[in-house]
T-cell receptor, first 113, second 110 residues
Framework: EADIYQTPRYLVIGTGKKITLECSQT?????MYWYQQDPGMELHLIHY???????EKGDLSSESTVSRIRTEHFPLTLESARPSHTSQYLC????????????FGSGTRLTVV | DQQVKQNSPSLSVQEGRISILNCDYT??????FLWYKKYPAEGPTFLIS?????DKNEDGRFTVFLNKSAKHLSLHIVPSQPGDSAVYFC?????????FGKGNQVVVIP
């Protein structure tokens, strides 16, 4: 059973809609991340958090925002979806040492029409 | 600027033979390297890692080799199995974050 959950798995939505992608983990990890990936491309870090009330922007500029009110929950919000936001969004968490690797969720495939 | 590079985007190999995936990096400050495996419509799963102070790490059928002077690492899978068919991402750790390559598609032919 997965220890990190993302919902929805797939989402098709119209331009201009507000959406929230959910991510929850049950491992008690302090660090959580959001990555964006297009087919055949590398994963790009768009947001990360090292703990409650801590959020930072990643390497790739994104119009999305995140919040971290609880350790286990790290939702991503797009206030007004556009076709350029069409992509796969992957949430991950990690313990203190990166040598253990990240645990990824199954991802949300977002399509904005 | 891409810090982790995976060339040869796809690889086909016969079942039972060796699969070799290569990865090059540019940042000499990276201190940990990882390989992830990804099936379609799923998130990447951690496969194996290696610290920058080592040159080899082995876990069952998977072995990762690191050549720091060449800024190069490779993943060997032997023997390859049909269930190994997936996309493999190389990742490097630095500044408390991971940088990923574009991935290699591996197809194992039964």
């Amino acid at each position: 059973e997965a220890d990190i959950y993302q919902t929805p798995r797939y989402l098709v939505i119209g331009t201009g809609k507000k959406i929230t992608l959910e991510c929850s983990q049950t491992m008690g990890h302090d660090k959580m991340y959001w990555y964006q990936q297009d087919p055949g491309m590398e994963l790009h870090l768009i947001h990360y958090s090292y703990g409650v009330n801590s959020t930072e922007k990643g390497d790739l500029s994104s119009e999305s925002t995140v919040s971290r009110i609880r350790t286990e929950h790290f939702p991503l919000t797009l206030e007004s979806a556009r076709p350029s936001h069409t992509s796969q969004y992957l949430c991950a968490s990690s313990p203190a040492g990166l040598g253990y690797g990240y645990t990824f969720g199954s991802g949300t495939r977002l399509t904005v029409v | 600027d891409q810090q982790v590079k995976q060339n040869s985007p796809s690889l086909s190999v016969q079942e039972g033979r060796i699969s070799i995936l290569n990865c090059d990096y540019t940042n000499s400050m990276f201190d940990y390297f990882l390989w992830y495996k990804k099936y379609p419509a799923e998130g990447p799963t951690f496969l194996i890692s290696i610290s920058s102070i080592k040159d080899k790490n082995e876990d069952g059928r998977f072995t990762v080799f690191l050549n720091k002077s060449a800024k190069h690492l490779s993943l060997h899978i032997v023997p390859s199995q049909p269930g190994d068919s997936a996309v493999y991402f190389c990742a490097a750790s630095g500044n408390n974050r991971l940088a990923f390559g574009k991935g290699n598609q591996v197809v194992v032919i039964p």
